[in-house]
């Protein structure tokens, strides 16, 4: 049996989630808030601490939903239905990766920068996962990234 995805079938407006996302941000001291939706993408724009944040999840294309779970094709008003209800899935599970990274700085377990780091804007206008992440990677390959454990300055016990 498929494992059900979290928040299928969700009928929760994506106007409603990104409202959820804002008042989450608000309620821990985040300023200027702003949402958008494209289409190809949803963002969530703040500001904290000085820093600006981008947090986007791409809207998957209507070439995903060309055909149903039995392999028929469909209509091109069901490929929308199908997107939008994916796309409100998506933003339902965002709301609760949001709510668990401010509830861990809340709680003194991280901080909002660490939590929020990846989606840090730079200044060249990139997130600082989507500049980080494929140095990360070309040095891992390369074998320059030394191993997860034991911790630094831990040695072995």
């Known amino acids: 049996m498929a494992e059900r995805k979290y928040a299928a079938g969700t009928t929760v407006t994506a106007e409603k989630s990104l409202a959820e996302i804002s008042e989450l941000l608000s309620k821990h001291g985040v300023e200027e808030r702003v949402a958008y939706q494209g289409k190809v ?36 008003a069901k490929q929308l239905a199908l997107q939008a209800q994916e796309t409100r899935r998506l933003l339902r599970s965002l709301v609760l990766v949001v709510k668990a990274k ?40 390369a074998g320059k990234i030394p191993s997860a454990l034991p911790m630094p300055g831990e040695g072995n016990r």
């Open 41 to 76: 993408a949803l963002a969530v724009g703040f500001a904290h601490a000085g820093l600006q944040y981008r947090v986007e999840i791409a809207i998957p294309p209507l070439s995903d939903f060309a055909t149903d779970s039995k392999g028929f094709r469909v209509d091109a």
């Open 102 to 141: 401010l509830t861990g700085v809340a709680d003194g377990v991280t901080t909002f920068e660490k939590e929020f780091l990846t989606h840090i804007v730079t200044e060249g206008g990139q997130t600082f996962g989507d500049y980080a992440l494929p140095r990360i990677r070309q040095a891992a390959i």
